[in-house]
Antibody, heavy 117, light 113 residues
Framework: EVQLVESGGDLVQPGRSLRLSCTAS????????MGWVRQAPGKGLEWVGF??????????EYATSVKGRFTISRDDSKSIAYLQMNSLKTEDTALYYC????????WGQGTLVTVSS | DIVMTQSPDSLAVSLGERATINCKSS????????????LAWFQQKPGQPPKLLIY???TRESGVPDRFSGSGSGTDFTLTISSLQAEDVAVYYC?????????FGGGTKVEIK
């Protein structure tokens, strides 16, 4: 069974940094692209970005709203994907979901990031 | 960016009746080289993460009941629930994965009348 477990969400001040982790199990992690989707309280879904597999040189893609501030990386030996978030803004407040593949075929339960002074 | 527009924003349907949700993309998501529409549908129940229901516009994910069906091509798509059940109360999203940035529709809330 595919499982994705996010961690690292917290309350942080604007301008600070935070790193989220997504620990995967139940599939061959290195074969898949991994990504992040966020959902602000009471709002719809917003794609954040993804990282391709090693077969595709672990290239990354990002939403315009986070490009230059957020970085996605992966450690295939540990089956973990990361989302490094820098220069956080209040509008980054959301539940952050880890997702598998570009088809988003599996989702974690999410981890909450609150950006507030 | 490809803009995904869903309609209606919400709908109330009686148990056992049909529910239809529309999704329109601002440009075609049909890839001509493989004739596939890069369009997915997700279901999100309250307090839960989204769940993939349909991909390639009309292929049901494993385990999804056959009362859910997807249709359409190019820029116009439809999700149909043929006979609404109580457990289908949720928000439904369409999403294109034809190109980055991946984009979602605004969601359609389905309730029981």
């Amino acid at each position: 069974e595919v499982q994705l477990v996010e961690s690292g969400g917290d309350l942080v001040q604007p301008g600070r940094s935070l790193r989220l982790s997504c620990t995967a199990s139940g599939f061959t992690f290195g074969d898949y692209a991994m990504g992040w989707v966020r959902q602000a309280p009471g709002k719809g879904l917003e794609w954040v970005g993804f990282i391709r597999s090693k077969a595709y040189d672990e290239t990354t893609e990002y939403a315009t709203s986070v490009k230059g501030r957020f970085t996605i990386s992966r450690d295939d030996s540990k089956s973990i994907a990361y989302l490094q978030m820098n220069s956080l803004k209040t509008e980054d407040t959301a539940l952050y979901y880890c997702t598998r593949d570009q088809q988003l075929d599996s989702w974690g339960q999410g981890t909450l990031v609150t950006v507030s002074s | 960016d490809i803009v995904m527009t869903q309609s209606p924003d919400s709908l109330a349907v009686s148990l056992g009746e049909r529910a239809t949700i529309n999704c329109k993309s601002s440009q075609s998501v049909l890839y001509s080289s493989n004739s596939k529409n890069y369009l997915a549908w997700f279901q999100q129940k309250p307090g839960q993460p989204p769940k993939l229901l349909i991909y390639w516009a009309s292929t049901r994910e494993s385990g999804v009941p056959d009362r859910f069906s997807g249709s359409g091509s190019g820029t116009d798509f439809t999700l149909t629930i043929s006979s609404l059940q109580a457990e289908d109360v949720a928000v439904y999203y369409c999403q294109q994965y034809y190109t980055t940035p991946l984009t979602f529709g605004g969601g359609t809330k389905v309730e029981i009348k």
